[in-house]
């Protein structure tokens, strides 16, 4: 079992910075691949970004390139989402989640997951 505890989430301006982190516990965080993943009411939860077990490989989603930087410190069994530049359409619920394989976009293949906290960008 591992379990994912997501904090940094609130309430900011259009054009400002939030930087979420996803503290894990249980098994070994270096095996497992992380990713964040966002839902919005009314809409599917969607891939934001994901980062390999080691660091060395990353991926985002377009709509978040140049703003968003996913990282990992397996020292503190933490990943991070550093958002820049925030823009109302990216306001949802943001999850941390954990593959013990290769990141990979669907919510549907990830093994363990977050509660959730909420970010809101106002305009």
């Known amino acids: 079992q591992v379990q994912l505890v997501e904090s940094g989430g609130g309430l900011v301006q259009a054009g400002g910075s939030l930087r979420l982190s996803c503290a894990a516990s249980?098994?070994?965080?270096?095996?497992?691949?992380m990713a964040w993943f966002r839902q919005a009411p009314g809409k599917e939860r969607e891939f934001v970004a994901g980062?390999?077990?080691?660091?060395?490989?990353?991926n985002y989603a377009d709509s978040v390139k140049g703003r968003f930087t996913i990282s990992r410190d397996n020292t503190k069994n933490t990943v991070y989402l550093q958002m820049n530049n925030l823009k109302p359409e990216d306001t949802a619920v943001y999850y941390c989640?954990?593959?013990?394989?290769?990141?990979?976009?669907?919510?549907?293949?990830?093994?363990?997951w977050g509660q959730g906290t909420q970010v809101t960008v106002s305009s």
């Open positions: 989640a954990a593959r013990r394989s290769v990141v990979i976009t669907r919510p549907d293949r990830y093994d363990y």
């Open positions: 249980g098994r070994t965080f270096s095996n497992y691949g």
């Open positions: 980062i390999s077990w080691s660091g060395s490989v990353t």
